[in-house]
């Protein structure tokens, strides 16, 4: 059963930075897409960003381009998300997820991804 859990996240002023990390465990063989994920209270969660396995590919939700960055070390099982000049809008909590399919193509769906880590709280303040 492969786990994850995220950590990294707490509470910042808006301006500031934060880094997340999620720490894969289990039968992965590193074999799998990562994405980040965020919902704030009263909405749908949304997709921020995703690696494929290799970390040759990478996407982004356009809006949140040039101040997130998702990056990964597989030797450690670990994907991290640096966030930036972070905004009271970028409230919420924090999901890593999984994507063991074949596809070539890092993906932005919710159901594309099959392992979802717990979540990590971010609150920026004003």
């Known amino acids: 059963q492969v786990q994850l859990a995220e950590s990294g996240g707490g509470l910042v002023q808006a301006g500031g930075s934060l880094r997340l990390s999620c720490a894969a465990s289990g039968p992965t063989n590193s074999n799998y897409d990562m994405g980040w994920f965020r919902q704030a209270p009263g909405k749908e969660r949304e997709f921020i960003s995703a690696i494929n396995r290799s970390g040759g590919s990478i996407a982004y939700k356009d809006a949140l381009k040039g101040r997130f960055t998702i990056s990964r070390d597989s030797a450690k099982n670990t994907v991290y998300l640096q966030m930036n000049s972070l905004t009271p809008e970028d409230t919420a909590v924090y999901y890593c997820?999984?994507?063991?399919?074949?596809?070539?193509?890092?993906?932005?769906?919710?159901?594309?991804?099959?392992?979802w880590g717990q979540g990590t709280q971010v609150t920026v303040s004003s």
């Open positions: 997820a999984a994507d063991f399919s074949k596809s070539n193509v890092v993906q932005s769906r919710i159901v594309d991804y099959d392992y």
